[in-house]
């Protein structure tokens, strides 16, 4: 397992753009990388994913305006996000899912990263 450190929101206004990254403590080219959001009062959802492949898919949501990415050699995933609307104000959060010591596997989620779209 890894642990994960967050980084890059901030306050934008609408239609502006943000890169959140997200640096592990280990490797992550075996692991798959997401990105998931969680708005006051609201559900954690998944933003976008990024697996072995590479395969990426996102959410809904997403409306074609966000990017997932890793660097592996950097043991980072990063989240671009373009065309940002006050509906995508949230707290951003890292997860890494992958296999562990004897073959078991792991989930660790970051710290979280707020994004403030203002309009």
């Known amino acids: 397992q890894v642990q994960l450190v967050e980084s890059g929101g901030g306050l934008v206004q609408s239609g502006g753009s943000l890169r959140l990254s997200c640096v592990a403590s280990g490797s992550i080219s075996g692991a798959t990388m997401a990105w998931y959001r969680q708005a006051p009062g609201k559900q954690r959802e998944l933003v976008a994913e990024?697996?072995?492949?590479?395969?990426?898919r996102y959410s809904e949501s997403s409306g074609g305006r966000f990017t997932i990415s890793k660097d592996n050699a950097k043991n980072t995933a990063y989240l671009h996000m373009a065309n940002l609307k006050p509906e995508d104000t949230a707290a951003y959060y890292c997860?890494?899912?992958?296999?562990?010591?004897?073959?078991?596997?792991?989930?660790?989620w970051g710290q979280g990263t707020q994004v403030t779209v203002s309009s």
């Open positions: 997860n890494a899912r992958g296999v562990g010591r004897w073959g078991s596997s792991y989930e660790n």
């Open positions: 990024i697996r072995y492949g590479p395969i990426m």
